[in-house]
């Protein structure tokens, strides 16, 4: 039974190194690691009692070798290799020179490494059935023409060998080195901390120091083991060089740790002979442990072979009757996968937002963040907003501020919405030709030209719906520019306008006398509160205050932003007329200019030179009121308009470019592509499609005879 299960895994082996599929499924196998100068080499032999293993200094062993021993009851011994079918080598010196040739051959001859593995067997009757494989010796510093980072190589292809679960790790250490400096014990812990799946080698112990011994470290007293410390003797160089022969070297090393006295009491459990019987026992009941895991891993790698295998399409479908069913059906699952993308009902991604989801954020993120970094009233300074105003009222003086400057200012701000809005319509259209690019599954993919033509189709169909969106988005700019409607319920108009500015500067008022009465506490000015004349605040466009004074000091009157329109609340006798007419309001007063004009107009209404400046000063305030009015009308009107586009365009590109693909993209394709003068073009098989079928029918064959090998072993 036991041969039996080695054998089984030793064939699984072969099948899977024949179609390149080593690294699918983890093996149960033994696998060696030691330093160079370990002993490695010379524990093998020792296990196969074969010299045949290539010798010399440096890096020797440079591919892993994958070493199969096979017990035969009669015969020679001999040996075969995995990519020398039906050739035998007798001459256990001509393997080692097929090694090192095979060696130079893939690694090349600069000393460097391969992960390529050399497949050996070996017969004999001098062996159990057993498989190891030998991996490079580990090294710190590179010798001759290697590589500079050869020992960065080697541990790392030795941590991928012995990561694998299912792998027992043979860590050999010299017995005259400190087991805890050990490499190959380091490297073990950190793929095996609890030490359940790593046994112990003990090399060279008849090599250390007089009164020194390993007994501590073989019986785990030092550092345990579950499957313990082994004790070998290897040839020595000397052994080498005289042609000692493995027999004698066997008998050699029984006698050693029969004869010690540290070693005498586990001589048994000691030496090459021990150490094959040992490994066999545990490499056979690794095997029924993982024999259940193995056969569920198998069935797994069946199913997904044979879901790849169908991506790929089957070729008995490519016939001449079928061509026409073939191609519906591409272009149906072609059209559906584009559909399920926008939907966000294909296969979903990790990494980044795509399709359908893709298109959300830019509606609701990029094209909400440039519509909101706009600022309403950019590039429209104090001294444009008032030049507006002035040329909008002609050679007339208005008591209001005039809508025409509010509309010729209002529309060249409407008009920076047209930008990101046909930026929007890039994006998705954008992101629309990225989802028909990467449409298109194995099955579809299999027909190069057939995808090509595919992804054009509906690139031209998108081209097509490009032009009528971005004219629609630009007609709805146009739309709003050419009709100002100032009867929106959300614009306050300019009652509500000029309400909402007395409101802010009767708070702004308030915070300055607050701040100028705190400072002058702080200074220590006011002890007695007193009444005194107030000055009323003006806050121009950029947030500044100004002031100015009553025109009582008797009957002291605080001016509001609607008193700079429409005049302060005087009594009777306050209010000065001109020529005997009827009471001179603000506007009116706004009309003369200049100094003689002043001169005049301070004569008529019998006012002195301080009168005259305190109407400059009046003048002045209304026109930075007036540009603070329009710029809060405009700020107002712009929001309404923003909030507006915001909501329209992403309806019209869903409805314009996005929905219409959607629902035309099948029809497009099938009037486009199902003709049957292009289905010899559009149904040439690319030929990598059919290497790949190949080797995963090769693959799924190899899944199933092991699947049932491993059935019958159970």
Do not use: W
């Amino acid at each position: 039974m036991s041969d039996s299960l080695i054998e089984t895994i030793n064939k699984i082996q072969d099948a899977f190194a024949a179609v390149g599929g080593n690294e699918t499924l983890d093996l149960p196998q033994i696998i060696t690691v030691g330093e160079q100068s370990s002993g490695k080499s010379s524990v093998i032999e020792h296990i196969v009692q074969r010299d045949f293993l290539p010798r010399g200094s440096g890096i020797i062993t440079r591919r892993p070798l994958i070493l199969q021993l096979l017990t035969v009851d009669h015969g020679s011994d001999f040996a075969e290799f995995l990519h020398l079918p039906q050739q035998k080598f007798y001459d256990f010196n001509l393997v080692r020179e097929e090694i090192a040739r095979e060696t130079d051959r893939v690694a090349g001859t600069n000393k460097g490494i391969s992960r390529n593995p050399i497949h050996l067997k070996i017969y004999s009757q001098n062996v159990l059935n057993l498989t190891l494989i030998d991996l490079p010796g580990l090294t710190k510093f590179p010798i001759g023409e290697q590589p500079h980072d050869i020992d960065v190589q080697i541990r790392k292809l030795v941590t991928d060998y012995i990561s694998k679960m299912n792998s027992i790790i043979l860590a050999i250490t010299p017995a005259n080195s400190d087991l805890t400096n050990s490499e190959s014990m380091k490297l073990a812990r950190q793929v095996d901390p609890a030490g359940k799946r790593t046994i112990g080698i003990i090399t060279k112990i008849d090599l250390m120091d007089a009164g020194t011994n390993a007994l501590d470290i073989l019986t785990g007293k030092s550092v345990q083991l579950k499957l313990g410390f082994v004790g070998v003797v290897n040839r020595s160089q000397q052994d080498i060089l005289t042609n000692k022969s493995m027999s004698d070297a066997i008998i050699s090393e029984r006698i050693f740790f029969q004869s010690h006295p540290a070693y005498r009491d586990i001589s048994k459990h000691c030496g090459s002979s021990y150490l094959k019987k040992h490994l066999n026992n545990i490499l056979v009941n690794h095997i029924k442990e993982k024999i259940p895991d193995l056969r569920s891993k198998l069935s797994s790698l069946i199913g997904q072979t044979q879901h790849e295998l169908s991506q790929l399409g089957d070729p008995t479908f490519m016939g001449t009757v079928h061509r026409g069913s073939l191609i519906l059906k591409l272009l149906t699952m072609f059209s559906n996968e584009f559909i399920s993308s926008i939907d966000g009902t294909s296969e979903m991604s990790t990494k980044e937002l795509s399709g359908g989801a893709r298109i959300y954020f830019i509606f609701n993120s990029i094209f909400r963040t440039a519509l909101d970094s706009i600022n309403p009233c950019s590039n429209l300074t104090n001294e444009d907003i008032k030049i507006a105003i002035r040329n909008s009222k002609g050679p007339r003086c208005s008591l209001f501020v005039p809508e025409i400057a509010f509309d010729l200012l209002v529309r060249p701000q409407i008009k920076l919405l047209e930008a990101p809005s046909l930026r929007c319509v890039d994006l998705a259209y954008e992101e629309l030709s990225k989802i028909c690019h990467t449409c298109g599954s194995k099955e579809i993919t299999r027909f190069p030209k057939l995808h090509i033509k595919l992804v054009e189709t509906v690139a031209d169909l998108l081209q097509e719906r490009l032009l009528p969106t971005s004219t629609y988005i630009e007609s709805l700019i146009s739309i709003e520019c050419s009709y100002i409607n100032t009867n929106h319920p959300d614009f306050p108009g300019a009652a509500g306008a000029m309400a909402e500015l007395q409101k802010r500067h009767k708070e702004q008022e308030q915070t300055e006398r607050k701040r100028i009465a705190r400072q002058q506490l702080n200074n220590g000015e006011l002890t007695v509160p007193a009444r005194r004349n107030h000055r009323s605040m003006s806050i121009a466009s950029v947030g500044t205050t100004t002031t100015s004074a009553s025109f009582s000091s008797s009957s002291p009157q605080k001016d509001s932003f609607l008193n700079y329109f429409f005049g302060p609340t005087s009594k009777p006798s306050d209010i000065h007329t001109v020529n005997g007419d009827k009471p001179a309001g603000l506007s009116q007063l706004l009309v003369n200019h200049g100094d003689d004009t002043d001169k005049n107009f301070a004569t008529n209404i019998s006012i002195g030179a301080e009168a005259v400046d305190e109407v400059k000063t009046k003048n002045i305030d209304k026109d930075d009121k007036e540009v603070e009015l329009i710029r809060y009308l405009i700020t107002s009107y712009f929001q309404i308009i923003r909030k507006t586009i915001q909501d329209l365009v992403p309806k019209a590109i869903m409805h314009l470019l996005v929905s219409h693909t959607r629902q035309n993209i099948q029809n497009r394709l099938v009037s486009c592509l199902y003709n049957e003068e292009l289905f010899d073009e559009l149904l040439q098989e690319d030929p990598s499609i059919t290497n790949e079928r190949e080797r995963y029918k090769a693959m799924l064959d190899v899944y199933r005879k092991a699947f049932t090998m491993i059935n019958d072993a159970m």
